[in-house]
């Protein structure tokens, strides 16, 4: 058991989270992170903040403790709970927000948040559906309660004036559509889609989608892109690890991955429900978030020879789209 905080003299005992922060021995009201040695104000809210979503050597267990306090605090104090000049989020971070399967309005609009612009240029890349009509038709639908600027990027008939950089580096988002990864991977390579991405994502374009979307920015993943059963691909690599879409709604994907990942034949990763996903800055994985009440986000990895499924905290993006993160 912890001990409890000390009491400051003539004043409140410690918030708990001192407990992974030491005191400066060189500022006055300043103390150090235990995990990555970063001084900062001694404020608890800007603690917490920092072991929540900043903190690049923290253990997972306890970014997850400090996760679940800074969705509670952000949930019942949106305003206050943190100072301004942490509320703004930095344009120079690279952003992808991915979801296990349907990246619809409520999704659509979180990214848009992410791109903090008044109405954003969102682009919608439909390579892995084969430039599907339907699926072009639904995302202009699902943008149509939003303030932002829809646009869709053809492969397969092109008929912009623009070339595919000139056109995708102009977005605020790109969000791409689900369908078969290993040919959307294909034909991103034959055009040079990949590289263009890359640029996109160091720009600090918003970069996003579920299902093929969503895998599509990590190292490997499975995917059901062939015929029969459930495979494994290699994807682009912007984020590392594995990933695992549709981990609720298709009864073979749980097994299969932690088998996987048992056997050392992918690496340890995330899988995300069906409206479910995560936003990540850099490398990070910043906040778990979910359009639907019993979605979740796992971290799947080997502890001491056994697969463990890790459950993260959540938050709701149905009723709070802001982006305070």
Not at 173 to 192: D, L, M
Request: aromatic residues 8%; contains cysteine; charged residues 25%.
């Amino acid at each position: 058991m912890e001990p409890a905080p000390s009491k400051p003299k003539g004043g409140r005992p410690r918030d708990g989270v001192w407990a992974d922060f030491d005191e400066s021995t060189t500022k006055i009201r300043a103390c150090i992170c235990t995990w990555c040695r970063l001084e900062m104000k001694s404020e608890p809210k800007r603690m917490i903040h920092h072991l929540a979503q900043k903190c690049k050597h923290i253990d997972l267990v306890v970014r997850n403790k400090y996760l679940l306090r800074w969705n509670e605090m952000s949930a019942n104090h949106e305003d206050e709970s943190v100072p301004r000049k942490i509320q703004k989020t930095s344009p120079k971070k690279r952003k992808i927000l991915i979801a296990g399967g349907n990246f619809n309005t409520v999704y659509l609009k979180y990214m848009a948040a992410l791109t903090g612009k008044p109405r954003p240029r969102i682009c919608f890349l439909p390579t892995a559906n084969g430039d599907s009509q339907s699926c072009i038709l639904e995302f202009y639908q699902q943008c149509a309660p939003l303030n932002v600027e829809p646009f869709v990027q053809l492969l397969f008939v092109s008929k912009n004036n623009l070339d595919f950089d000139e056109m995708l580096l102009s977005m605020d988002a790109i969000v791409c559509s689900g369908g078969n990864t290993v040919n959307q991977q294909a034909i991103w390579k034959a055009h040079g889609i990949d590289d263009i991405l890359k640029q996109a994502w160091d720009k600090g374009i918003v970069l996003g989608g579920a299902s093929a979307g969503g895998l599509c920015w990590f190292e490997e993943g499975t995917t059901d892109s062939r015929p029969k059963r459930l495979t494994t691909v290699k994807c682009l690599g912007f984020l590392p690890g594995s990933h695992c879409p549709h981990y609720d709604s298709q009864l073979d994907r749980r097994p299969l991955y932690q088998k996987l990942i048992s056997t050392g034949e992918l690496k340890p990763g995330y899988a995300c429900d069906d409206d479910a996903g995560i936003y990540f800055e850099d490398h990070e994985p910043i906040r778990a978030v979910t359009a639907r009440a019993d979605a979740r986000v796992y971290y799947v990895s080997m502890v001491n020879g056994q697969i463990q499924e890790q459950v993260l905290p959540t938050h709701s993006i149905n009723t709070d789209t802001s982006c305070t993160i």
